[in-house]
């Protein structure tokens, strides 16, 4: 483990991209220690049986390279992969909008156990003519069995996989290939729809089967496929709308001079959040963002003016900038409240509370 972050570690890189170790796959360990003690398993088998787990998981983790590395070749880059006890999930950077390349990099992974486990059928088939492992004994012990299990575990990933629903690879095959038709947004409501019809299939399959873990991967998918379409409206939205769109034409133009009463004033009256800070001359000198005001009144410091407690950060922004751009660019900046100019001429403000009201307004 060479260092922490958040709640993984992380454990190396390749190809630029590092892999790292949620917290909770700790517990996956403890658990296949535990069955190894309680199973009758011999010594040689025990210790067979845990190689298998993080093979089976190494495995994962190449599946996962699989996602990255063909999305690297459309220009999208992958900030990490992380491992946890249900799985591994390569982090994309962002998703491509053309259907086509959504489709490789869904397929890259379950493609990478295809191979493995047809390589692994080759070599097994011509020297011992035997593909199918002797699941009754568990014989992980046995080198060659061991081989099979590996084989079959890989077809399994690459099958379980393509089932149809978010967040599976199959999910995502579907909706790409929709998505060439009718366009992403529809594409991901039909898909998520299928994913969610699969997911109560083993809910209920698993509840009469007294099947526990089939049942909660049901309902992580099932809360997954509403998760996604939901994404996708607001990323639609985001590609498709303009600042101009949402900007406020009518809002306060605060002075150096003015203390923070009237600023608690209009935050609740007029019900604006963050607020735009201008000179004697006119021009902007600062912002108020939320955050100062709600610790001012925290505080009690109201007769403090804004000319001793305001942000200097600015952003400026066209009309015709789509809304997503503006997003990444106060994300960067670290404000609140940007101006909106057109031919040098101030014309409107846009905050993150109109950007938060109008992407709860449409995505309902």
């Given at each position: 483990?060479?260092s922490r972050i958040g709640n993984s570690w992380q454990i190396g890189a390749f190809w630029g991209?590092?892999?790292?170790?949620?917290?909770?796959?700790?517990?996956?360990?403890?658990?296949?220690?535990?069955?190894?003690?309680?199973?009758?398993?011999?010594?040689?088998?025990?210790?067979?049986?845990?190689?298998?787990?993080?093979?089976?998981?190494?495995?994962?983790?190449?599946?996962?390279?699989?996602?990255?590395?063909?999305?690297?070749?459309?220009?999208?880059?992958?900030?990490?992969?992380?491992?946890?006890?249900?799985?591994?999930?390569?982090?994309?950077?962002?998703?491509?909008?053309?259907?086509?390349?959504?489709?490789?990099?869904?397929?890259?992974?379950?493609?990478?156990?295809?191979?493995?486990?047809?390589?692994?059928?080759?070599?097994?088939?011509?020297?011992?003519?035997?593909?199918?492992?002797?699941?009754?004994?568990?014989?992980?012990?046995?080198?060659?069995?061991?081989?099979?299990?590996?084989?079959?575990?890989?077809?399994?990933?690459?099958?379980?996989?393509?089932?149809?629903?978010?967040?599976?690879?199959?999910?995502?095959?579907?909706?790409?290939?929709?998505?060439?038709?009718?366009?992403?947004?529809?594409?991901?409501?039909?898909?998520?729809?299928?994913?969610?019809?699969?997911?109560?299939?083993?809910?209920?399959?698993?509840?009469?089967?007294?099947?526990?873990?089939?049942?909660?991967?049901?309902?992580?998918?099932?809360?997954?496929?509403?998760?996604e379409y939901d994404q996708t409206k607001v990323m639609a939205l985001l590609k498709n709308t303009?600042?101009?769109?949402?900007?406020?034409?009518?809002?306060?133009?605060?002075?150096?001079?003015?203390?923070?009463?009237?600023?608690?004033?209009?935050?609740?009256?007029?019900?604006?959040?963050?607020?735009?800070?201008?000179?004697?001359?006119?021009?902007?000198?600062?912002?108020?963002?939320?955050?100062?005001?709600?610790?001012?009144?925290?505080?009690?410091?109201?007769?403090?003016?804004?000319?001793?407690?305001?942000?200097?950060?600015?952003?400026?922004?066209?009309?015709?900038?789509?809304?997503?751009?503006?997003?990444?660019?106060?994300?960067?900046?670290?404000?609140?409240?940007?101006?909106?100019?057109?031919?040098?001429?101030?014309?409107?403000?846009?905050?993150?509370?109109?950007?938060?009201?109008?992407?709860?307004?449409?995505?309902?």
């Amino acid at each position: 483990m060479t260092s922490r972050i958040g709640n993984s570690w992380q454990i190396g890189a390749f190809w630029g991209i590092p892999v790292k170790v949620h917290w909770t796959f700790g517990l996956l360990i403890m658990f296949v220690s535990y069955t190894a003690l309680t199973n009758g398993f011999k010594l040689w088998q025990g210790i067979g049986f845990m190689l298998y787990v993080f093979v089976l998981f190494f495995c994962v983790i190449l599946h996962e390279y699989g996602h990255a590395l063909s999305a690297r070749k459309f220009g999208v880059a992958t900030k990490d992969i992380i491992l946890s006890p249900i799985g591994g999930i390569a982090r994309l950077e962002n998703m491509p909008d053309k259907p086509i390349q959504e489709f490789f990099i869904a397929i890259a992974g379950p493609f990478v156990n295809l191979v493995i486990g047809s390589i692994l059928a080759l070599v097994l088939y011509f020297s011992t003519g035997i593909l199918k492992p002797e699941f009754a004994y568990a014989r992980f012990d046995d080198p060659v069995e061991f081989a099979r299990y590996v084989l079959w575990i890989n077809f399994a990933l690459f099958l379980f996989n393509l089932i149809p629903a978010f967040p599976m690879d199959g999910g995502r095959i579907l909706r790409s290939l929709l998505a060439a038709k009718i366009g992403k947004v529809r594409a991901t409501k039909i898909a998520s729809n299928i994913g969610r019809l699969i997911a109560i299939g083993f809910v209920i399959y698993g509840v009469f089967n007294q099947q526990l873990t089939l049942s909660l991967i049901g309902l992580f998918i099932f809360m997954m496929a509403g998760k996604e379409y939901d994404q996708t409206k607001v990323m639609a939205l985001l590609k498709n709308t303009k600042v101009g769109d949402i900007m406020r034409t009518s809002f306060t133009r605060l002075h150096l001079s003015d203390n923070y009463t009237t600023v608690i004033e209009k935050y609740y009256r007029e019900g604006e959040h963050n607020f735009l800070i201008f000179d004697s001359m006119g021009n902007i000198s600062g912002s108020i963002p939320e955050l100062f005001i709600k610790d001012t009144i925290k505080n009690n410091t109201q007769d403090k003016s804004v000319n001793q407690m305001m942000s200097q950060k600015l952003a400026n922004v066209s009309p015709d900038d789509l809304l997503m751009e503006v997003i990444e660019l106060m994300r960067n900046e670290g404000v609140a409240i940007v101006s909106v100019t057109e031919n040098d001429q101030l014309v409107g403000v846009l905050d993150r509370n109109n950007i938060e009201s109008y992407l709860r307004l449409k995505a309902e």
